[in-house]
């Protein structure tokens, strides 16, 4: 087998492609041939060491993957030689084969291609577990989504969607915002015409007639944090996603007392772990949502394996719009 292998976390310049022997699944694991491979802003972090996980080293990045089972482990009883499989496993998926834990791994039901499936687990999950768990999104609410065009961000605008809510798009540019009205949102901001401390709270004002959205789902951070939040609603839900921006915002907590609202985290990882059986029937919804055409992973671009760095700097440039996706 091949992969791209991280000796010293100081990032994407110091991964090597590299021949290792094919390794044998233990127990309670599974052996995959990786057919594709997604990018996620994690694989960056955790090979600059700044990401909350760290993997001993050596070790092979890439958190988020589909293929072929081709062998398994002592105690493996829901999955068998030669099905197709999706898996979230934090490391290993930028090879030609990975071991993964088998309770890790969800089943392929037919007719779910592996491009797909490795671009599917990661975003829908964190977008269903904000909007659907977290947040209790309604029928007939606003929803706000910052950084609309990206990974989250498209499964985000189409889960709001489907749950008959208003969506609101702001992304960084009018190429992308274009993109989030193919996929449903009935307005777009393009908050690279506008400051921070103004001209997004003005247009957010207009496009709620000044009521504010009652969710706010945040994947970026930065600086349009803080004006974004001083523009929810009365019983707003601020969503804190993530940082892709890199600050973390510093909120003042006058506002929650004066709109009423509420900052809400989200952890998907940790949701899984601590409860996986409402896990597993969400992603099993998901899936369902899947094959009826309800959802679907928006992909930027495909690129082989061994073209990894050339993706880290596409991803860097930020012009992605979706997921990127590496195949073998």
Aim: one cysteine or more; charged letters at 15%; hydrophobic letters at 45%.
């Amino acid at each position: 087998m091949h992969a791209w292998l991280c000796e010293n976390p100081v990032g994407v310049e110091a991964l090597k492609w590299t021949e290792l022997p094919t390794p044998d699944p233990k127990a309670s694991e599974v052996l995959i041939e990786i057919q594709a491979a997604s990018l996620n802003f994690p694989d960056l972090l955790i090979v600059q060491n700044k990401y909350q996980m760290k993997p001993p080293l050596p070790f092979v990045p890439g958190s988020e993957y589909a293929g072929v089972v081709r062998a398994v482990g002592d105690g493996v009883k829901h999955l068998q030689v030669g099905q197709s499989v999706a898996c979230l496993s934090g490391t290993g998926g930028f090879a030609t084969h990975t071991v993964a834990p088998a309770a890790l791994c969800m089943p392929l039901p037919a007719g779910f291609p592996p491009v797909d499936a490795a671009a599917f687990i990661m975003i829908y999950a964190t977008s269903w577990h904000a909007l659907m768990d977290r947040a209790a999104l309604k029928a007939g609410e606003t929803v706000l989504i910052l950084g609309a065009a990206g990974g989250v961000g498209t499964s985000a605008i189409q889960l709001a969607k489907a749950a008959g809510a208003r969506v609101i798009a702001a992304a960084s540019s009018d190429e992308k915002c274009a993109l989030c009205k193919t996929l449903g949102a009935d307005e777009t901001i393009n908050y690279s015409v506008h400051t921070p401390a103004k001209g997004l709270r003005e247009e957010i004002k207009r496009l709620t007639d000044g009521k504010g959205p009652d969710v706010i789902y945040d994947p970026v951070g930065g600086d349009f944090a803080e004006p974004a939040f001083r523009s929810i609603g009365w019983r707003g839900r601020y969503m804190v996603v993530g940082f892709a921006s890199g600050p973390i915002p510093s909120l003042p907590l006058n506002l929650t007392l004066l709109k009423g609202a509420s900052i809400m985290g989200v952890f998907w990882g940790d949701f899984a772990r601590r409860e996986p059986q409402a896990n597993a029937q969400m992603m099993q919804t998901l899936a369902g949502m899947y094959l009826k055409g309800q959802i679907k992973p928006q992909i930027d671009q495909t690129l082989p394996m061994r073209e990894l760095p050339k993706a880290f700097a596409v991803m860097g440039s930020r012009s992605v719009k979706g997921k990127l996706v590496m195949v073998n």
